[in-house]
């Protein structure tokens, strides 16, 4: 799973008559960079997203020309629900492998990958007709429901506050979630524990078992209006997959909606997915939490105007409190910020922004 163009996939159950079909394509330049999977079922009603990492190079492999006996690992979310996690390795050459896994109701599947348009389909026509006559796959169960749908599942982006696996992100995208994981960087998804929730700031504080570098809070913002700001987050993930986007803009008021002082104002863009991403400067402080857009439709409905970017986060101090009361022995600030390059700044943060799924 190491070229740049697309690789056609086939990924099949076992014991149920369920064959899905997609295409891998590499996020990043460098031969050993995750590589981003779409797959669809044949009934076209279930998609599968997520990425694969390579976790194994043997010596004796030299990618991109050679590939013996690599391996790695491949996290999906689906849009039913189901979390499926595969081990994979490669042929001698990069661009064929297979693989084995399991979904999170433990359902055995095979993978394969590599090839032509034309191998991939006689390989899902062989995984079809295998399959006859055995039983659709089986709903994933949720709590206090029979079965996840796609509109069951929120999505949204948060950050690690603590070197103990503390993260902040909105109230607002947990309300009511029975069930909330985080998928870290490195395609790893864990549990996720609620310690706290603040509905008035929409705030809330998560614990994960994990270990990142924790992004500085700032106690009292101090912002100004023009500064250069950017966020890191998982915007619409089904369309626009789940590497980490990158936005960038200015602070446009220290104020929110009806000039709300717990807001800021800025023209960073943001979508549906982005809500509890960190708000940060060029110093890499955090100088708010992601939160919202001005609704364009009811705006217009009630002005007769269509707001063009305006969007809100609220502010760090808020955060830093929610932190200091919730936290023992949290380091708080991590010292004076540094202003840096903005690509080397979104580097160092990576891997302290994560993905949130909560049913």
Not at 215 to 236: C, D, K, S, W
Not at 280 to 297: A, F, K
Not at 310 to 335: I, M, P, Q, R, T
Request: hydrophobic share 40%.
């Amino acid at each position: 799973m190491l070229q740049a163009y697309p690789l056609p996939v086939v990924l099949w159950f076992d014991d149920y008559d369920e064959v899905f079909t997609g295409h891998a394509l590499r996020a990043g330049t460098h031969p050993l960079s995750a590589v981003d999977l779409d797959v669809l079922n044949t009934a076209g009603d279930v998609r599968c997203v997520g990425s694969a990492r390579a976790t194994l190079v043997p010596p004796l492999a030299d990618p991109p020309r050679r590939c013996d006996g690599m391996a790695g690992i491949l996290n999906l979310s689906c849009s039913d629900g189901r979390r499926i996690g595969v081990e994979w390795s490669s042929e001698e050459a990069c661009n064929s492998g297979h693989g084995a896994g399991r979904d999170g109701d433990d359902h055995a599947l095979r993978l394969v990958y590599g090839g032509s348009e034309a191998t991939a389909q006689v390989t899902a026509e062989e995984a079809h007709a295998s399959l006859a006559g055995k039983p659709g796959l089986p709903p994933v169960a949720s709590p206090g429901s029979s079965q996840t749908s796609d509109s069951d599942i929120n999505t949204a982006t948060a950050f690690f506050v603590s070197w103990q696996g503390h993260l902040v992100t909105n109230h607002h995208t947990l309300a009511g979630a029975g069930s909330v994981q985080v998928q870290l960087d490195d395609g790893e998804i864990l549990d996720a524990t609620v310690l706290h929730s603040d509905p008035e700031h929409d705030l809330a504080l998560l614990h994960v078992d994990a270990i990142r570098t924790p992004l500085p809070l700032q106690r009292r913002i101090r912002a100004q209006r023009g500064e250069e700001v950017f966020t890191l987050g998982y915007p619409l993930i089904q369309l626009q997959g789940q590497e980490q986007k990158a936005t960038f803009g200015r602070i446009n008021s220290l104020s929110g909606l009806q000039g709300d002082v717990r807001f800021i104002q800025m023209d960073v863009p943001i979508q549906p997915g982005n809500s509890g991403g960190p708000l940060l400067n060029r110093g890499g402080e955090v100088l708010g939490v992601v939160t919202s857009m001005l609704h364009q439709q009811t705006t217009y409905e009630m002005t007769g105007v269509i707001p063009q970017n305006v969007n809100y986060a609220v502010k760090s101090d808020f955060a830093w409190k929610l932190v200091d009361d919730n936290v023992e022995s949290w380091a708080g600030h991590g010292g004076e910020p540094v202003e840096q390059e903005l690509s080397d700044l979104i580097a160092r943060t990576t891997d302290s922004v994560v993905l949130i799924l909560a049913w």
